[in-house]
């Protein structure tokens, strides 16, 4: 038997999960078929609900991944444009880092090591390498 490989949908024509969930619930790893936004998560913090308030179109932040025990979500487009990515540490919700991304691609956050980070790259593996 040949098992069929089932492909994510791009991000922007995923349905919107409404669903409830805890922080605990949280899927591990990038969440391919549906978008589940800030709303639906019971303990999200005010600061998450409002990531996106400043950004073009006020967008709603969406759950991306788990990187170690850092919970990711952005607001605004994967694409180079005006995002903002928010990561809070799965068991205390006030330690938080936002990285802002820009149109030109540059991008402008703190990470958990204190270190200044203009690129989105570089900020993943500072929330990789501390706990």
């Known amino acids: 038997m ?11 024509q995923r349905p919107t999960d409404e669903t409830p969930i805890h922080t605990a ?6 969440v391919r078929d ?8 019971v303990e999200a913090p005010d600061s998450l609900l409002s990531l996106g308030d400043d950004l073009p179109d006020e967008p709603a932040a969406q759950y ?3 990187i ?7 607001a605004g487009p994967a694409t180079k444009a005006d995002a903002r990515y928010w990561a809070a ?9 936002v990285i802002t991304m820009n149109p030109d691609g540059s991008a ?23 706990d």
């Open 64 to 66: 991306k991944r788990r």
């Open 34 to 41: 549906r978008n589940i936004p800030a709303t639906a998560w």
């Open 89 to 97: 540490h799965a068991d205390d919700l006030s330690r938080t880092f």
């Open 108 to 130: 402008d956050g703190v990470g958990p090591s204190g270190r200044r980070h203009d690129r989105f790259r570089s900020w993943k593996e500072d929330l990789r390498d501390h």
């Open 68 to 74: 170690g025990p850092w919970i990711l979500w952005r």
């Open 25 to 30: 619930d949280l899927p591990p790893t990038p």
């Open 2 to 12: 040949v098992k069929r490989q089932v492909r994510g949908v791009p991000y922007d």
